[in-house]
């Protein structure tokens, strides 16, 4: 098109045609198509870039000595990218033929990582493949709420907590030694056994009905999983930007995933063999573990969040076989992936409330399934919430001060919910009378039968002290709330 006519003939086009929120090597030749298309398009110069600034990615792929050289090759964090984008800029001042090596060099790569083994795998496809509805569903609510009141027996107002208890110094300082191979696996496994004991007892001792093992084993509630799946790879340098000073370190989920062994059963099994109590399974879903990660881009999200459901699927399998009654799969991801743009919004909710009901579908009646959302916009998507269908949901609310109990009242909400009493982002102790005014407000909206009582989320940023003064007070708010209620109320 002649310059003229597109009224470019004064500008400079900067073309982002490098991928800046993703790991991936990509499409080289593909960019630099684009940027000869912009080129066509009569502009005074064409350069080159990233499509957003690179505080997405990790620094450099050469700081990454145990990721495996194939994947290597597959990938380029920000000194990568940038170097792409100098490529292409020669590309532009000199022509194509003066970087047709690098062009090449990176769609043999592309090539590569499409056809390498582990990418797409038979097993996990042919599974998938085979899904029917049947898969996404469990039994009735109501059948499944008697199964759980005769199994598990809780009183009115259950107690529990969101799954972690303080990651002290000892636990990072343990698990950094057994990662330097300092200490070796057996005694870092007694070291956290002893953790999971000393977490029990607290419990039992503050009088919490649905106990937790307190994820001592766990660096991170996505890692974790990753570090245990097939189909992703951790970095060791990785680190990005989460929030403010916060920072985080995303796996990589390169391949088609499955299961190897189970992940969490020895743990939970093993904290339910100190107590009589319910001890919570405590998982991480599927819209999560692909929010914070770095996921594949050569297939839609909603096949890849199918296959982590259905590995989480048998680790619940698992953990029921086990003993476990009760199986937590945490999902505070499920609103930050929500896409801004209204129209991309239904696909969205489709495939992540999907996954969810995937990975928990296959969860007897009597098995009672808890979900976490880490915050407190309910109102924003209460179907969605409604529509995993899980049998208790905790959510954020001490911060908002019970705001979201109205939302959840005027949706009909029905099943159980445990909007939290303790705002664990402050290291300060509600009191025992603050903590009954939030669940006697809580409690004027939402009917006792529905209504558990828990913290707003994990306590792993919290210290002992404070853990265990703020817990009293929540126990001794309960009880007092408790002499005024009946069930059924
Ligand atoms: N089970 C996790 C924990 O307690 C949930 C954390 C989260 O919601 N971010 O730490
Ligand atoms: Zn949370």
């Known amino acids: 098109m002649p310059a003229a006519a597109t009224g470019l003939a004064d500008k400079v086009l900067v073309g982002g045609v490098i991928d800046g929120h993703n790991i991936w090597r990509g499409d080289l030749a593909g960019a630099f198509a684009n940027l000869e298309a912009l080129r066509g398009l009569g502009a005074r110069a064409v350069a080159a870039t990233t499509s957003t600034s690179l505080l997405h990615v990790p620094h450099d792929v050469e700081d990454e000595s145990t990721l495996d050289a194939r994947l290597v090759s597959w990938l380029a964090f920000a000194d990568q990218k940038v170097g792409q984008i100098v490529t292409l800029a020669r590309g532009l001042a000199e022509g194509r033929v003066a970087i047709e090596e690098e062009l090449s060099a990176a769609s043999d790569a592309l090539a590569d990582r499409l056809s390498a083994p582990g990418v797409q795998d038979g097993a996990v496809r042919a599974r998938a493949a085979a899904l029917g509805e049947a898969d996404f569903s469990r039994a009735p609510y109501a059948e499944r709420e008697s199964a759980q009141a005769e199994a598990l027996r809780l009183p009115a107002l259950p107690l529990t907590t969101i799954g972690s208890f303080p990651q002290t110094g000892d636990i990072r300082r343990a698990r950094a030694q057994f990662t330097k191979g300092v200490i070796p696996a057996s005694d870092y ?258 009917p006792n039968r529905q209504l558990w009582v828990n913290p707003d989320c994990g306590l792993k940023t919290r210290g002992y002290d404070e853990t265990v003064a703020s817990l009293r007070n929540i126990v001794e708010a309960t009880q007092r709330v408790r002499e005024d209620i009946s069930v059924g109320a």
């Open 189 to 446: 496994e007694d070291f956290l056994r002893a953790e999971i004991d000393r977490v029990i007892v607290l419990q039992e001792d503050l009088g919490l009905d649905v106990l937790v093992h307190g994820e001592p084993e766990r660096n991170d509630m996505v890692q974790y999983f990753a570090e245990n799946l097939d189909g992703f790879a951790v970095t060791e340098h990785g680190w990005v930007q989460s929030y403010g000073s916060r920072a985080t370190r995303p796996s990589i989920l390169w391949g088609d995933v499955s299961r190897p062994a189970p992940i969490t059963v020895p743990w939970s099994t093993y904290a339910q063999s100190l107590t009589v109590k319910p001890v919570k399974g405590m998982l991480t879903g599927p819209v999560t573990i692909l929010a914070w990660s770095f996921v594949r881009d050569d297939q839609p999200l909603g096949e890849t969040a199918d296959q982590v459901a259905l590995a989480l699927r048998d680790e619940i399998a698992d953990l029921e076989a086990a003993g476990i009654g009760v199986i937590q799969v945490d999902e505070p991801a499920l609103r930050e992936l929500l896409p801004l743009k209204k129209a991309d919004q239904p696909a969205y909710l489709e495939w992540s409330v999907n996954s969810f009901r995937l990975a928990t579908g296959g969860a007897a009646s009597a098995t009672q399934v808890h979900t976490h959302l880490c915050y407190s916009e309910f109102g924003v998507v209460i179907d969605a919430i409604r529509a995993l269908d899980a049998d208790v949901t905790s959510i954020e609310a001490a911060r908002s001060r019970m705001e979201v109990v109205a939302d959840i009242s005027a949706s009909g909400f029905d099943h159980g919910i445990g909007p939290g009493v303790y705002d664990i982002h402050s290291p300060r102790v509600p009191t025992a009378a603050e903590v009954e005014g939030l669940l006697r407000r809580a409690a004027e909206e939402i």
